[in-house]
Structures are given as structure tokens and as C-alpha cells.
């Protein structure tokens, strides 16, 4: 019996072995990708540190971008307030000289009435004189 069960046992294994090598046999094998994974990973870690001088040299490029934008915008709001005081010392000229015009058109104005005042009589006196010699001659 031990041998026939020998025998089973054999005709067994031989059976699975021969049932399990023919399905590997007839399809293609799979993959893990195992090293495939490995070697990109080691090449990604690679690239990394090339990556972050990029991003450093970018970022230190935006910095000086940065402070070059603030020193324009800091002579900006510079000249700015400078324009601010030049603008009222040129208020305060203006309304000084707009007002000098005005005493000058008052004192024009009084002017032409003084000489059209002074002319007016001046034109009354010779016209009342000829008018009393008329009545005096009649």
C-alpha cells in the first residue's frame, strides 16, 4: 500500500506541476515592475537636488525682482509726496496771484470810473457854462 500510495502521490505532483508550468508556459509573464520602480526612483531622486537649485535660483530671482519693485515703488511714493508740496506751494502761488489780479482789475475798474467820472463833469461844466451864457445873453 505504502507504494501505491507512492505512486499516487507521484502521479500527483506530476500532474500539478505539468498543470502549473503549462499555464506559465503558454502566457506571457508578469511583471512587477520591481526595478523598474527602483530605477526611477533612484532617478528622480537624482534630479531632485537639480530641481531645488532651480528653485532656489527661482526664488531668488523673484526676491530680487521683489526689492527692485519695492526701491521703484519706495522713489515712486518719494517723488510723489514731493509733488504733493510742489503742487501746494503752486496752489499758493496761483490763489496769490489770483488775487493780485482781482486787486488790480478793483483798482482798473476804479480807475476808468474816476476818468469817466472826471470827464463827465469835466463835458457838465462846459456844457452848463454855454447853457447860463445862453440864458445870460437872452
Known amino acids: ?5 507512492i505512486r499516487i502521490v507521484t502521479v500527483f505532483c506530476t500532474i500539478l506541476f505539468v498543470g502549473v508550468s503549462g499555464l ?7 511583471e512587477a ?3 523598474n520602480d527602483l530605477v526611477n526612483g533612484v532617478k528622480e531622486l537624482g534630479e531632485l537636488p537639480s530641481d531645488v537649485k532651480e528653485l532656489k535660483v527661482n526664488y531668488q530671482v523673484t526676491l530680487d ?3 527692485e519693485a519695492q526701491g521703484t515703488l519706495e522713489a515712486y511714493r518719494k517723488q510723489n ?3 504733493i508740496e510742489r503742487n501746494k506751494e503752486l ?3 496761483v490763489s496769490a496771484l489770483n488775487e493780485a489780479q ?3 482789475e478793483a483798482n482798473a475798474r476804479k480807475t476808468r470810473i474816476m476818468l469817466l467820472t472826471g470827464g463827465a463833469l469835466l463835458a457838465g461844466y462846459f456844457i452848463i457854462l454855454r447853457v447860463v451864457r445862453l440864458v445870460l445873453r437872452r
Open 1 to 5: 500500500m505504502s507504494r501505491k500510495l
Open 24 to 30: 506559465f508556459v503558454g502566457t506571457p509573464r508578469a
Open 33 to 35: 515592475g520591481y526595478w
Open 65 to 67: 525682482k521683489l526689492d
Open 81 to 83: 509726496e514731493e509733488l
Open 91 to 93: 496752489a499758493a502761488t
Open 102 to 104: 482781482q486787486v488790480r
